[in-house]
């Protein structure tokens, strides 16, 4: 039944981001072609190439906000409001149907910064770039310590770090869809609330769960004209082991809040 729900969900968002991502490559490719040309030098075309920047700048915005706002809406449409009605009638679990917007609104997000990043690189491009990337790859492979744990772990909070947004927002409507009126100013309430918490959380991992940073500093204060790399890796590395256990804790506490007010205390009315 999962896959069903999934199958709907990615139907209705995959209408409204395709024509996106297609335009936003559309533009970057014409940009690509358009500046490296001898035409862009020219006076009405150096105004229609400035127009294709700007264009390409809202359309990367347009990208990042329309992603945020359809999943909002997604769920906040689809199982606390009118449309709720019918999910919470068809034979599927709340953790199901949680899953399904969570899944979707993660693969939505993820194929988003994708389309950004090869827009990015379209209007980047130059012929050695491949040469260049795997030169710099090469060079961290070899000069920084732990560097491939480091860009591993990385990617891993990436992704888990889009999961706990997502499900912070979802947390915070459903604690807001708690109050009997004025619930998007509670949900809004409760999302300023969990940030405050896992802030303070952070912080304080940061006060005692960074051994190496003070004396990374210590000696880079001292020594001035040379850098502690392998200090420095360490203490990036140990950051972000920390911060993607924080991370993991964070979505298991907004997917069970958010999962138990929909099976026990969700109100339709």
């Known amino acids: 039944m999962l896959a069903k729900l999934l199958k709907y969900d990615f139907k209705a968002m995959f209408k409204i981001f395709l024509p996106l991502w297609g335009v936003l490559l559309v ?7 358009i500046s490296g040309s001898p035409l862009a030098e020219g006076g009405g075309m150096g105004i229609f190439t400035s127009l294709l920047g ?4 809202l359309l990367i915005m347009a990208v990042m906000v329309v992603t945020t706002v359809i999943i909002i809406a997604r769920f906040y449409q689809g199982l606390l409001k009118d449309e709720g009605y019918l999910m919470f009638t068809i034979p599927v679990k709340p953790w199901q149907l949680l899953a399904s917007k969570l899944i979707s609104a993660m693969v939505i997000s993820i194929i988003s910064g994708i389309v950004a990043l090869a827009s990015v690189a379209i209007i980047a491009y130059f012929p050695e770039m491949g040469q260049v990337l795997a030169e710099l790859w090469k060079m961290g492979m070899k000069n920084v310590p732990n560097f491939l744990p480091l860009v591993i772990l990385l990617v891993v909070s990436l ?4 999961i706990c947004s997502v499900s912070q927002v979802y947390a915070s409507m459903a604690l807001g869809h708690l109050a ?6 509670f949900a809004v309430l409760a999302f300023i609330v969990l940030s405050v918490i896992w802030s303070t959380v952070g ?3 940061g006060l005692f769960g960074y051994p190496d940073l003070t004396s990374t500093m210590i000696s880079i204060n001292e020594i001035e004209v040379s850098v502690d790399v392998a200090g420095i890796s360490n203490v990036l590395l140990t950051a972000t082991v920390w911060g993607l256990i924080l991370d993991v804790v964070r979505c298991v506490v907004h ?14 009315e």
Do not use: D
Not at 54 to 57: G, I, P, R, S, T
Not at 159 to 162: H, T
């Open 27 to 33: 533009v970057s490719g014409v940009n690509r072609l």
């Open 54 to 57: 700007v264009m390409y700048v």
């Open 159 to 162: 992704f888990v770090g889009i």
């Open 180 to 185: 009997g009126s004025h619930r998007v100013g």
């Open 203 to 205: 912080s304080v991992i």
């Open 255 to 268: 997917l069970g809040i958010t999962n138990y007010i929909l099976s026990r205390r969700l109100n339709l």
